[in-house]
């Protein structure tokens, strides 16, 4: 009898055994909880302690952080009842896209010449680029810094006609292909509008640039 009631209790208590938590854990889910939708998915925590510790804690009782300073006050409840109060610091910070080396308008952006750097989210702006992939292939507008992130404002898809270049005109209304010499009066990347003059009869069209020395022109 004794012997089942052993196995019972041990059955009913693993449990709680395992619920124990790092301090850091636990107060990362409160960071989370208190930050809510507007911590981005991707955005890690940052959290050190001030003064003393513990190993493990079952919960936090309460909870209080100042989002502006990343300050932090928590109560941790050890599995014995005791109550221990911690402080810190919890940063949020994201992994971006930065220049190793400057890049000047008109270069191609490519893997070679970026890499990840952690910053305070704090510093991240709204129009921050956070992933590689939107940088890489890009084709800058603005000078890129080194070590500095970027902003979307700064860099484009690549340009393939120039103002003033010569281009190949495409005439296509679905029964007939022509072509004809013109000029682009715009510079334009792939796929965007852009102003051109037919050589030819010196008359304006808008076409569509298809790519480096064609556009095309659809009835």
């Given at each position: 009898?004794?012997?089942?009631?052993?196995?019972?209790?041990?059955?009913?208590?693993a449990?709680?055994?395992?619920?124990?938590?790092?301090?850091?854990?636990?107060?990362?889910?409160?960071?989370?909880?208190?930050?809510?939708?507007e911590?981005?998915?991707?955005?890690?925590?940052?959290?050190?302690?001030?003064?003393?510790?513990?190993?493990?804690?079952?919960?936090?009782?309460?909870?209080?952080?100042?989002?502006?300073?990343?300050?932090?006050?928590?109560n941790?409840?050890?599995?014995?009842?005791?109550?221990?109060?911690?402080?810190?610091?919890?940063?949020?910070?994201?992994?971006?896209?930065?220049?190793?080396?400057?890049?000047?308008?008109?270069?191609?952006?490519?893997?070679?010449?970026?890499?990840?750097?952690?910053?305070?989210?704090?510093?991240?702006?709204?129009?921050?680029?956070?992933?590689?992939?939107?940088?890489?292939?890009?084709?800058?507008?603005?000078?890129?810094?080194?070590?500095?992130?970027?902003?979307?404002?700064?860099?484009?898809?690549?340009?393939?006609?120039?103002r003033?270049?010569?281009?190949?005109?495409?005439?296509?209304?679905?029964?007939?292909?022509?072509?004809?010499?013109?000029?682009?009066?715009?510079?334009?990347?792939?796929?965007?509008?852009?102003?051109?003059?037919?050589?030819?009869?010196?008359?304006?069209?808008?076409?569509?640039?298809?790519?480096?020395?064609?556009?095309e022109?659809?009835?």
């Open positions: 009898m004794l012997r089942r009631l052993a196995l019972l209790a041990a059955l009913v208590l449990p709680l055994a395992t619920a124990a938590e790092t301090p850091t854990v636990l107060v990362e889910e409160k960071v989370r909880g208190s930050w809510g939708p911590l981005p998915p991707e955005a890690m925590l940052r959290i050190t302690f001030s003064g003393s510790t513990i190993e493990e804690a079952e919960l936090i009782s309460d909870f209080w952080m100042d989002r502006d300073s990343g300050r932090f006050l928590a941790a409840v050890t599995a014995e009842g005791i109550t221990h109060r911690l402080q810190g610091m919890a940063m949020p910070i994201m992994a971006v896209p930065v220049p190793v080396r400057s890049l000047m308008p008109g270069d191609i952006v490519t893997e070679a010449d970026i890499t990840l750097t952690e910053m305070a989210l704090r510093r991240i702006g709204a129009y921050t680029l956070t992933d590689a992939e939107d940088l890489v292939g890009q084709q800058v507008r603005r000078m890129l810094s080194q070590g500095r992130p970027v902003m979307a404002q700064s860099v484009m898809q690549p340009l393939v006609i120039d003033g270049d010569k281009v190949s005109i495409l005439y296509d209304d679905g029964r007939l292909v022509l072509t004809a010499p013109g000029r682009a009066l715009d510079a334009a990347h792939r796929g965007a509008e852009l102003r051109i003059v037919n050589l030819v009869s010196n008359q304006p069209l808008v076409a569509i640039a298809r790519e480096p020395g064609l556009v022109v659809i009835r």
